[in-house]
């Protein structure tokens, strides 16, 4: 199985920035697509940001322009940089890999909290 480790939240101000990283237990991003993904308390989990195995990248309207998903292959790490961070952006944070070809494939990492407040 593979397995995800998210890091890097915490609490920033607004206008702020923020770095998450998620560590998988193995070089998976040939076959995998990956994806951010976020809840805030008494809402549904929506998709943040995600990137193919192709490099396409992808952005829910809400932080484009402000966050950049990226990967680093040596690593195994997936990056979510987080600028311009609003309140809203308020949410525990998750990691996800879904294998690209065989969809019943995937695997979530535990979450980690980004607080935005003064």
């Known amino acids: 199985q593979v397995q995800l480790v998210e890091s890097g939240g915490g609490l920033v101000q607004p206008g702020g920035s923020l770095r998450l990283s998620c560590a998988a237990s193995?070089?998976?991003?040939?076959?995998?697509?990956m994806g951010w993904y976020r809840q805030a308390p008494g809402k549904q989990r929506e998709v943040v940001a995600g990137l193919t195995t192709d490099g396409t990248t992808s952005y829910a309207d809400s932080v484009k322009g402000r966050f950049t998903i990226s990967r680093d292959n040596t690593a195994n790490t997936v990056w979510l940089q987080m600028n311009s961070l609003k309140p809203e952006d308020t949410a525990v944070y998750y990691c996800h890999a879904v294998r690209y070809d065989i969809r019943k494939y995937d695997y979530w990492g535990q979450g980690t909290q980004v607080t935005v407040s003064s």
């Open positions: 193995e070089n998976i991003f040939s076959f995998y697509d």
